[in-house]
């Protein structure tokens, strides 16, 4: 099954030519077509997190955190992003979103 994400497909379209040769004869004859698959996207991709620094200083005020998934919408953006459940983080800190 092609993947969306492949670098073989363009705009979501799998385009491949195909060559047909007729040896019978005294001379060859040949035929060119071409095929176009549409594909589909799977959300077989995670997001992944960028830039984001393993430790803040104390004076840092923010963490700017971003991510990118390679599947398309809407197995991608837009992301949602949320604490764990330790003790104490919702009352530190608190997410906003930036754009």
């Known amino acids: 099954m092609p993947d969306r994400e492949s670098p073989y497909v363009a705009d979501g379209k799998y385009t491949?030519?195909?060559l047909a040769i007729d040896n019978e004869g005294p001379?060859?004859?040949t035929a060119t077509g071409?095929?176009?698959l549409d594909v589909?996207?799977?959300n077989d991709n995670i997001p992944l997190i960028h830039n984001l620094q393993p430790c803040m200083c104390e004076q840092a005020k923010s963490l700017l955190v971003t991510?990118?998934?390679a599947d398309s919408?809407?197995?991608a953006a837009p992301y949602h992003f949320k604490f764990n459940n330790?003790?104490?983080v919702t009352d530190k800190w608190k997410i906003l979103m930036k754009n």
């Open 16 to 18: 491949a030519t195909v």
């Open 27 to 29: 001379v060859p004859k």
């Open 73 to 75: 919408y809407p197995n």
């Open 86 to 88: 330790e003790p104490g």
């Open 40 to 42: 589909d996207d799977d």
């Open 34 to 36: 071409t095929v176009v």
């Open 67 to 69: 991510a990118h998934d």
